[in-house]
């Protein structure tokens, strides 16, 4: 029985992710050619098994697996037997029966890949579990500042926003601390996750609701998540206003950032709420790298998809 997956960056280690980046590089070279496409993985079938919205993630999945060579297939629940009643677990071993090789899966509930992965044979990827994580999210954040800063051992980065329903905040912290970054986690109280002292405190990474005080204490990239209204089910700011002038990335903030450090970087993963946690002008500045990171996407996937998948490495998951 294979048993290869990437569930969680927990289960990767800084060897891996290293190598995943190492890959990727090379990966990304494909997309400036004129042919885009590689051998590795044909005659293998993806299936992206998606249960959210998503537009970067599963159309570079699917552009990755292509590129790679294998077939792609994409399910989303609006338009599957899903929308019929049809259990997560029926529908994960409906698919699995086809034969795939390897199920990209994206859930509103926390552990559904994992869950996934014990019911059948293939691959499996988490495409973001709910609020708990989106490995190949964080994956390709870090490739993207690595490409723009070299390694990021001793870097500053500090993410910004809704933490409390971020299943990126919670990947990325992982791989930026294995890859040696120096990490701020900065939010409104009410968007803090509970037990957030006690996690700081074991991972050692930082935390503060004062956004001011961390950019001024020096940053080389800041990180902006959105702020998840869909996953929200009370209020948790008083206003849309006050959330921007304690915790967006304004005009006034970037010009200070951009003072302080031109080379600083400026990431979100998309989609953005422009006016809300990032002004247009800072996800249009030269220093945004909004962009950047969803070409790495590609590359990065590319990467994931040929250590899961390609012929003749035998077990190169990162999760039993
Ligand atoms: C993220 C997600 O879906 O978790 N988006 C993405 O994959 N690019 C972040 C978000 O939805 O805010």
């Known amino acids: 029985m294979t048993r290869r997956h990437l569930l969680s960056i927990d289960d990767v280690d800084e060897g891996q992710i290293r190598e995943i980046l190492a890959t990727a590089g090379e990966m990304h070279d494909?997309?400036?050619?004129?042919?885009?496409k590689l051998p590795a993985l044909r005659g293998r079938t993806v299936v992206n098994l998606f249960f959210e919205d998503s537009t970067r993630t599963r159309s570079s999945f699917e552009i990755a697996g292509k590129w790679l060579s294998a077939d792609v297939i994409n399910i989303s629940a609006k338009g599957s037997s899903a929308s019929k009643g049809e259990?997560?677990?029926?529908?994960?071993?409906?698919?699995?029966?086809?034969?795939v090789d390897a199920l990209v899966i994206r859930h509103s509930a926390s552990g559904a890949a994992h869950q996934v992965s014990q019911?059948?044979?293939?691959?499996?990827?988490?495409?973001?579990?709910?609020?708990?994580?989106?490995?190949?999210?964080?994956?390709?954040?870090?490739?993207?500042?690595?490409?723009?800063?070299g390694d990021l051992a001793g870097r500053h980065i500090a993410i910004v926003g809704d933490l409390t329903h971020s299943r990126v905040v919670r990947s990325n912290l992982l791989c930026l601390t294995k890859l040696g970054a120096r990490v701020t986690l900065v939010a409104p109280v009410t968007l803090m996750p509970s037990g957030i002292a006690s996690w700081a405190a074991a991972e050692g990474f930082s935390v503060s609701s004062d956004l001011d005080?961390?950019?001024a204490g020096g940053v080389d990239a800041v990180m902006m998540l959105r702020v998840q209204k869909e996953r929200m089910s009370g209020g948790y700011f008083p206003t849309p206003r006050e959330y921007t002038i304690g915790y967006g990335l304004t005009r006034p903030r970037l010009d200070?950032?951009?003072?302080?450090?031109?080379?600083?970087a400026i990431c979100h993963p998309g989609p953005m709420n422009r006016g809300l946690e990032i002004s247009a002008d800072a996800a249009d500045a030269a220093q945004s790298l909004v962009l950047d990171q969803v070409s790495?996407?590609?590359?990065?996937?590319m990467s994931v998809l040929y250590h899961l998948l390609a012929s003749g490495e035998p077990d190169r998951g990162y999760a039993a």
């Open 213 to 215: 005080e961390v950019l």
């Open 296 to 301: 790495a996407g590609v590359a990065v996937r």
């Open 30 to 36: 494909v997309q400036h050619r004129e042919v885009k």
């Open 87 to 99: 259990s997560l677990r029926d529908t994960a071993m409906t698919v699995a029966a086809m034969g």
């Open 119 to 149: 019911w059948i044979d293939a691959a499996v990827i988490n495409a973001g579990d709910g609020t708990h994580e989106h490995p190949t999210q964080a994956l390709l954040d870090a490739y993207t500042l690595q490409r723009h800063h």
């Open 256 to 264: 200070a950032l951009v003072a302080a450090n031109p080379e600083v």
